[in-house]
């Protein structure tokens, strides 16, 4: 079990940016996809973006695409997105998950997950 732990998160106003991170601890060596994922009050869960950890590969959903972008830090276990452009309906809690591979992460397979963090964005 991989355990997650998110920071970064917070308000800001339509158009400014916020940097996540999430820090990855535990039994790492099994999980090779690594990406965040949000929920809005009264919606479901959503992918957000993904990263191969070993090979660095990326998928992004359309909603953020060309305005947020994923990368790792392998030797500080760490995950980050970095949120540009930022917009209203961005407004959700945004967690960190880890899963075996990109295909797991981005299906209903197995995943660890942190606790989440809050980012809202003001009009």
């Known amino acids: 079990q991989v355990q997650l732990a998110e920071s970064g998160g917070g308000l800001v106003q339509a158009g400014g940016s916020l940097r996540l991170s999430c820090l990855l601890t535990?039994?790492?060596?099994?999980?090779?996809?690594v990406g965040w994922f949000r929920q809005a009050p009264g919606k479901e869960r959503d992918f957000v973006a993904g990263?191969?950890?070993?090979?660095?590969?990326?998928q992004y959903s359309d909603s953020v695409k060309g305005r947020f972008t994923i990368s790792r830090d392998i030797p500080k276990s760490t995950a980050y997105l970095q949120m540009n452009s930022l917009k209203p309906e961005d407004t959700a809690v945004y967690y960190c998950?880890?899963?075996?591979?990109?295909?797991?992460?981005?299906?209903?397979?197995?995943?660890?997950w942190g606790q989440g963090t809050q980012v809202t964005v003001s009009s």
């Open positions: 535990g039994r790492t060596i099994w999980c090779d996809g």
């Open positions: 990263i191969s950890w070993s090979g660095g590969s990326t």
């Open positions: 998950a880890a899963a075996a591979n990109m295909r797991a992460l981005v299906t209903t397979a197995r995943k660890d």
